[in-house]
């Protein structure tokens, strides 16, 4: 072994030293004297390791070891360690905190992978093209909530949904376009698909088979290679796109497809287990990290107990998605403390043979949450620094949000200044040179423990309930997250975070105007008319005889009560929604198909109360006075109404990101409103029915997916045709300021509109000042944006 192999430049955190023997040392110690050292195990694990890695590419850790000069003339190492630590850690080596790989982006950088999906599958295509063009390295695909939801474009509950927040896809020639020119032998894809996840996985191996007539279904389907999400348990946390209850979900539908891909699709991840969604909810790092490893230990559970698999032929295929926030510290502290509680807990508990099984492979997505309206430019630096912690954390793929997704779908040319973002990291920084540069660092490796002991403990506590799924029928998960969620935006209320541009170092409101951008826009109606065009095309030239055949197939395998996972199963639910797809049958057909047997889920409602308050509580004086104002306003309402001010939150169409929602009926439940909570995926008829049966006095509509230009207006005309005059319409979300008139004077279809980023006390004192007093018949009130 070359000696040339290390430098000592930081001390692991028990061996008390800093760079060499002594606290004192200072200097570093010439490698060319250290003919006495032995490299323990761990150490020439590594080595033998790394260098199978890099025997690939025809390279080796002697080559890594000299090829790195800085203009100093310093030779970077591939990694560092303590030499006077007997078991360092090591990347690529049990417990993994240093890295699911030893040589890790020495030799390769992680992959770049942006997520889009817009609007029909032709945009997206061709989207996708210019994106591989430009140096992309994977596809990453964004479906419209109807897809998600299991409904096709014609159907009445999805009206302002399709086409906005993603591409649209109710068949298999949708598929075929969407990858039109595209190789799926070739190109890794990602799906974010859970919900509807047996029809778009059909729609994909299908299109696959049909791009290669010359060779063999099975030939292909080996070569197909990515990650399908389909992690339904999180759905019922936060971000709500599931279709059917949680044990069909989990015990039929994750079960077949772990079963179909182990044999036919084997270089194909069956399951992406995603913490992004959690963190954008509001989880912390903490309960992000716990919750997503515990939802791992319950598929592999499915796997094993239900599908009967061995658990060297999942537990390998299984992938990760982290969200990386503006914590810097914390986001690499955890994933290095993801990958070794990871390991050690399926390795307790499954006992696998393989080693691979105990490797925790990441996503990473920087923050969407982080994304401010105000100052959208800053958003560049807040990508580029999540950017850093995500791959300084060891992640294996990246997406950084584009800085205008605070309000819209991103252009081209943000998208590239994302995409261009990671280029930069890969090529001009050096920060591909060394494996787990943190290793060593007193205050990262205590950081990394104490992450991992509170994601330890907050796991402990969901087995000791039964597992995940246990844990989430109490409905204990949704109600920390929701708790969280609520603290951290009365922090950044209160001032005790500061967000740059928005509550500090504000511009004022000409200067903010002046930095509006531009954002994409899809006309949804135009894409609509489209989709159902081409859906009706497609069924009035298939074998209406198959198609039919093959959807009864499918319901009665859905209704049986024995398992049908193994990959060799005539009834496996995979297989037969290939066929499906095959004879041409839409994935609202499949969809219902299933929902036939299992029924559709319907969640209940509630909020968190008290969090919003404790975070003004020791905080600033002025702030705290401004709460305390708000709060007689309100009991001043009610001595001259007779009555509380009341607030119908509702979400309409099928959006189910309602992290804003219910931090708005907690926030304004603590502000002393009586506040009513809306079912999810309400039309706007049935929103209108629930106000004038709960006789609120306003009605506050969340909108995260694009679709306020049609069902503000279409939610006017419901209240318009009950005869409703005084109810005040208000909305916030994800509502560009170019459609701040559209909505507020052109259409007359909400009273005040909330950009990202307003404090909640604000949106109460204008809620408050539109309230029309006296029994609500008085006249309309100014409309107001904030």
Request: hydrophobic share 35%.
């Amino acid at each position: 072994m070359s000696m040339s192999l290390v430098k000592l430049v930081s001390a692991s955190k028990t061996s008390g030293v800093r760079l060499l023997k002594s606290k004192t040392t200072r200097k570093i110690f010439d490698i060319r004297t250290l003919s006495t050292y032995t490299p323990p195990e761990n150490v020439q694990e590594w080595e033998n390791l790394a260098n199978k890695e890099l025997s690939r590419a025809k390279k080796s850790v002697d080559y890594l070891r000299s090829e790195r000069v800085t203009p100093e003339g310093i030779q970077i190492q591939p990694v560092y360690w303590d030499l006077n630590d007997p078991e360092p850690e090591m990347p690529g080596v049990y417990p993994f905190s240093r890295g699911p790989y030893a040589s890790m982006y020495t030799n390769r950088p992680w992959t770049i992978r942006q997520y889009a999906g817009f609007s029909t599958a032709e945009e997206s295509n061709a989207f996708y093209k210019r994106n591989l063009a430009a140096g992309q390295q994977g596809l990453s695909v964004a479906f419209d909530l109807p897809t998600h939801r299991g409904y096709d474009s014609d159907h009445e509950r999805v009206v302002g949904d399709v086409g906005m927040a993603g591409v649209s896809i109710d068949t298999l020639k949708d598929m075929e376009i969407l990858f039109d020119q595209i190789d799926l032998t070739e190109v890794s894809v990602s799906m974010t698909m859970n919900g509807a996840v047996l029809p778009i996985m059909a729609f994909y191996i299908q299109a696959a088979i049909e791009q290669n007539p010359d060779k063999e279904p099975a030939e292909v389907m080996k070569q197909l290679k990515g990650t399908i999400q389909n992690d339904i348990l999180k759905e019922f946390m936060v971000r709500n796109t599931y279709i059917y209850p949680p044990t069909p979900s989990v015990n039929r539908v994750i079960a077949d497809i772990m079963g179909f891909t182990s044999k036919w699709t084997p270089k194909f991840n069956s399951i992406s287990i995603s913490g992004y969604h959690m963190q954008e909810a509001g989880a912390d790092a903490a309960l992000e990290m716990a919750f997503t490893i515990a939802d791992g230990l319950e598929y592999i559970r499915t796997a094993v107990e239900v599908a009967e698999l061995d658990v060297d032929s999942v537990a390998p295929r299984l992938s990760f998605f982290w969200g990386i926030g503006m914590n810097f510290y914390t986001e690499i502290a955890k994933m290095r403390a993801a990958r070794k509680l990871w390991a050690e807990l399926v390795k307790e508990k499954f006992a696998p043979s393989n080693p691979k099984s105990l490797l925790l492979r990441t996503h990473c997505q920087t923050s969407g949450y982080s994304l401010t309206e105000a100052q959208p430019m800053n958003n560049i630096i807040r990508t580029t620094i999540e950017a850093m912690a995500a791959v300084q954390g060891g992640t294996q793929s990246l997406h950084t949000n584009s800085y205008d997704e605070a309000v819209g779908l991103p252009t081209d040319q943000s998208a590239r200044v994302a995409r261009t973002t990671q280029l930069i990291l890969q090529e001009e920084t050096g920060i591909c040179d060394v494996a787990d540069p943190w290793g060593g660092s007193y205050m990262m490796e205590s950081l990394t423990d104490e992450i991992y002991d509170k994601a330890k403990g907050i796991i402990d506590d969901v087995e000791s309930h039964g597992g995940m799924t246990a844990y989430i029928n109490s409905g204990e998960a949704k109600l920390k997250i929701e708790e969280s969620a609520t603290k951290k935006q009365g922090r950044v209320d209160s001032g005790k975070d500061v967000v740059v541009g928005v509550n500090k170092y504000r511009l004022n409101k000409e200067d903010e105007k002046a930095e509006m951008i531009d954002v994409l826009q899809i006309d949804n109606s135009d894409v609509r008319t489209k989709q159902i065009a081409r859906m009706n095309e497609v069924k009035a030239n298939r074998d209406e005889i198959a198609a039919q055949e093959a959807l009864l197939r499918l319901e009665e395998s859905a209704r049986k009560t024995t398992s049908t996972s193994n990959p060799d199963h005539p009834d496996n639910l995979m297989t037969l929604c290939i066929e499906c797809a095959r004879t041409r049958c839409t994935l609202g057909e499949m969809s219902d198909a299933l929902e036939n047997a299992w029924g559709r889920h319907v969640p209940a409602t509630g909020m968190v109360q008290g969090a919003y308050t404790a975070a003004f509580n020791g905080g600033d004086d002025k702030v705290f006075s401004e709460y305390e104002n708000i709060l007689k306003s309100v009991e001043g309402f009610e001595q001259t109404e007779g009555r509380r001010p009341r607030i119908l939150v509702a979400k309409m169409g099928q959006d189910g990101h309602d992290r804003g929602a219910k931090v708005i009926a907690s926030g304004f439940a603590d502000l002393g409103f009586d506040v009513d909570v809306g079912p999810l995926f309400q039309t706007p008829r049935e929103v209108a029915l629930q106000a004038i049966d709960s006789d609120v006095h306003v009605i506050g509509v969340s909108s995260q997916a694009a679709g306020h230009k049609t069902l503000l207006p279409a939610l006017k005309k419901e209240l318009e045709d009950l005869g409703v005059h005084h109810m005040v319409v208000v909305a916030g979300g994800v509502i560009p300021p170019q459609d701040y008139d559209f909505l507020l004077k052109e259409s007359k279809s909400c009273g005040a509109v909330f950009g990202p980023g307003t404090r909640i006390t604000d949106a109460a004192n204008t809620v408050l000042d539109l309230i029309p007093r006296g029994g609500g018949g008085g006249e309309e009130p100014a409309n107001k944006t904030a």
